[in-house]
């Protein structure tokens, strides 16, 4: 079965950056789209990241655009997020996602095509 373990969040001043990883095992991580996510208690998740099967097209929601990045290693079966110029509202615990079934074409950027989640890292951003 498919797994996924986040790290690398942490507490970090606003400005900051951090990198996300996640790592995923139970099949190669080549041919599937992988996401990230993130949720403040109360709050919807909300789909923030995700990078095609290929890693030739990357989706980021307009409140992360230009700021974060998402890449994929997949010879480390790693899928990472990059962030940069953090903002307290960025507070959130960041779960990475990945799909059940492989391709998917524009799928990729629709948080409803993935099935499998980790535990999620916290990331917190004071001002």
């Known amino acids: 079965q498919v797994q996924l373990v986040e790290s690398g969040g942490g507490l970090v001043q606003a400005g900051g950056s951090l990198r996300l990883s996640c790592v995923a095992s139970g099949r190669p991580l080549r041919n599937y789209a992988m996401g990230w996510s993130r949720q403040v208690p109360g709050n919807e998740r909300e789909f923030v990241a995700a990078?095609?099967?290929?890693?030739?097209?990357?989706y980021y929601a307009d409140s992360v655009k230009g700021r974060f990045t998402i890449s994929r290693d997949n010879a480390k079966n790693t899928v990472y997020l990059q962030m940069n110029s953090l903002k307290p509202e960025d507070t959130a615990v960041y779960y990475c996602?990945?799909?059940?079934?492989?391709?998917?074409?524009?799928?990729?950027?629709?948080?409803?095509?993935?099935?499998?989640w980790g535990q999620g890292t916290q990331v917190t951003v004071t001002s």
């Open positions: 996602a990945a799909p059940m079934n492989p391709y998917g074409g524009g799928s990729y950027s629709r948080q409803q095509w993935y099935d499998y």
């Open positions: 990078v095609n099967w290929s890693g030739g097209s990357t």
